[in-house]
């Protein structure tokens, strides 16, 4: 080789998102299982309100969004929300966005676990007794455990969108923001449908274990019922083994910075996973599936949400003042 040849660079992830694939994106990482159960919770807290309380939560998370998409420009590592609050308020703020986001995450978890026994027993009624309901859990769950535990070749397979946002959108400093607000818009449409469809349909919506479910039967028979509660089970399944795969690994990686125990962020010699870290939060999750409600699980996981979604607003005008120009996409208004 001459001194003249040039060194050959790393290859480069391919920029191929455009603008609707990460819509698309967007509106799969954020659909969670919890649209199988959420309906008849609000319901219950407001009854023939309910449609307008979704639309009115949908205007909060416009707000919260808009938010998210100025202090997300400012960056172009990979982090979320615990990178942003560190580097905006200092590590303290950000060690305890690194703990709050995994009991939000824990929480939607176990309540996907819920829904997973509620919507079992369309099929086995005797699914929500108390012997059964420990009996599913725990086989449940320490199947998964221990599958992870042992490492999954196809967990490597399992995309990071936030990676992918960042990394492989062909112009994400324009299309972020678009993808957010449509996908919240779809989304915001599709609650609020199925909000008025249960409320219409099921004749006492605010005390229906399976809502979903239960308006498919009023419209379609046991068939659609049945339908939507084994579409329900799939659900569910995909997204507590995902967690399973995913939080564990974010534990290790909070601990391998120091802002988590150390012990953490332990690798298994032979297996080569995150064993301790996995053992943890398959622990938890059985204690707050098997221990809590749906309701229950899905209110602390939001309450947790909202303290750090708080902090992101607050982080608005404190990176304005601190470093003017750097956001690619700005909020209209604000301080």
Known sequence: MTSGTPLSSPPQLVRAIGRWSMVALAVNSILGSGIFGLPSAVAALVGEWSVWAVLIAGAGMGVIIACYAE????????????????????????????WLTLLSRLTACAAAVNLLVIYLGEFWPAAAEPLPRLAVITVFLCTLAAVNYRGVGAGARV???????????????RDVAFALFTA????????????????????????????????????MGPAGAALIAAGALLSV???ISANMLTVPRSTFALAERGDFPAWLAAVHPRF????????????????????????????????????FYGGICAAVPVLRRRQPGAAVYRLPGGL
Do not use: C, M
């Open 184 to 219: 919240l818009a779809i989304l915001l449409a599709l609650y609020a449908l199925l909000q008025l469809i249960v409320i219409d349909l099921v004749p006492d919506a605010a005390h229906s274990v399976r809502p979903l479910a239960d308006a498919a039967r009023v419209a």
């Open 272 to 307: 080569r996973t995150p064993h301790f870290s996995i053992l943890v939060f398959a622990l938890l999750l059985w204690g707050f599936s098997q221990f809590a409600s749906f309701a229950w699980n899905v209110t602390l996981s939001a309450v947790a949400r909202v303290l």
């Open 237 to 239: 399944y995909g997204y």
């Open 71 to 98: 202090v997300a420009s400012q960056f172009d590592e990979t982090g979320g929300t615990y990178l942003y609050l560190r580097h905006t308020f200092g590590r303290f703020v950000g060690v305890q966005v690194g």
């Open 159 to 173: 995309s990071n969108v936030t990676v992918v946002a960042k990394l492989e959108a062909r112009n994400p400093q």
